[in-house]
């Protein structure tokens, strides 16, 4: 049963499928099916199937293995699949910055495991330093933490990618999840991405200046 009744996917989806009747072994269309389950339609027990046909005609790719767990745990919460799945995929690949953030996520949502997930937070940054996303969870993190030099430093570092992303509208190398999530946006949507960091940045000044008047 479809989750969203909108005619216009409903037809892609069904243009997909029958793409695949002509040709069932590609694995870039069947990960788009298993992706277009997932979202728009949140059909995530069907899009599994997909899923698992994939690595059964490529087991050693770690994109499916990463989009596997990547929707178990945005679709179902399923956190130790979705950590199985991700870890078959950096033992594939370990230089994917997009691979250690999903895995900051999940461990993040595991009992006990925050020090262990801000480890792969910070994999995610050194892999890809120009990627705003990790940057924020981290300014976000520090913040928490009460480490106001460090989030004043970072949260700079964020406002220049922000900068030069805004220049450059869509930078030439993008990690597949980004590509992902801009292309699902329709668009990098700078102003959204601005007033994410000026309200992150107010939640840093008004966080020290209580820990200031508590002096």
């Given at each position: 049963m479809?989750?969203?009744?909108n005619k216009?996917?409903?037809?892609?989806?069904?243009?997909?499928?029958?793409?695949l009747?002509?040709?069932?072994k590609?694995?870039e269309l069947?990960?788009?099916?298993a992706?277009?389950?997932?979202?728009p339609?949140?059909?995530?027990?069907?899009a599994?199937?997909?899923?698992?046909?994939a690595?059964?005609?490529v087991?050693?790719?770690?994109d499916v293995?990463?989009?596997?767990?990547y929707?178990l745990y945005?679709?179902?919460?399923?956190?130790?699949?979705?950590?199985k799945n991700?870890?078959?995929?950096i033992?594939i690949?370990s230089?994917?910055?997009?691979?250690?953030f999903?895995?900051?996520?999940?461990?993040?949502?595991?009992?006990?495991k925050?020090?262990?997930?801000?480890?792969y937070?910070l994999k995610?940054?050194?892999?890809?330093?120009?990627?705003?996303?990790?940057?924020?969870?981290?300014?976000s993190?520090?913040?928490n933490?009460?480490e106001?030099?460090?989030?004043?430093?970072?949260?700079?570092?964020?406002y220049?990618?922000l900068?030069?992303?805004y220049?450059?509208?869509i930078?030439?190398?993008?990690?597949i999840?980004e590509?992902?999530h801009?292309e699902?946006?329709?668009?990098?949507?700078?102003?959204?991405?601005?007033?994410s960091?000026d309200r992150?940045n107010?939640?840093?000044?008004?966080?020290i200046?209580?820990?200031n008047?508590?002096?």
């Open positions: 479809i989750g969203r009744d216009n996917d409903v037809k892609e989806l069904e243009n997909l499928k029958k793409k009747k002509n040709d069932p590609n694995v069947i990960l788009r099916i992706r277009f389950l997932c979202e339609f949140h059909e995530i027990d069907e599994l199937i997909f899923f698992d046909e690595i059964s005609i087991p050693r790719n770690p293995f990463f989009w596997k767990a929707f945005l679709e179902k919460f399923d956190y130790v699949e979705s950590k991700l870890e078959k995929a033992s690949d230089k994917r910055s997009e691979f250690y999903l895995m900051f996520y999940i461990l993040f949502n595991l009992d006990n925050e020090k262990e997930a801000l480890k937070l995610s940054i050194e892999l890809e330093p120009g990627w705003l996303s990790p940057i924020s969870q981290y300014v993190i520090l913040i933490q009460n106001f030099e460090k989030a004043r430093k970072e949260m700079n570092v964020a220049k990618i900068s030069n992303r220049k450059k509208k930078p030439t190398e993008m990690n999840l590509k992902y801009i699902l946006a329709g668009g990098f949507d700078y102003e959204f991405e601005k007033n960091l992150l107010i939640k840093l000044e008004e966080k200046k209580t820990e008047r508590s002096r």
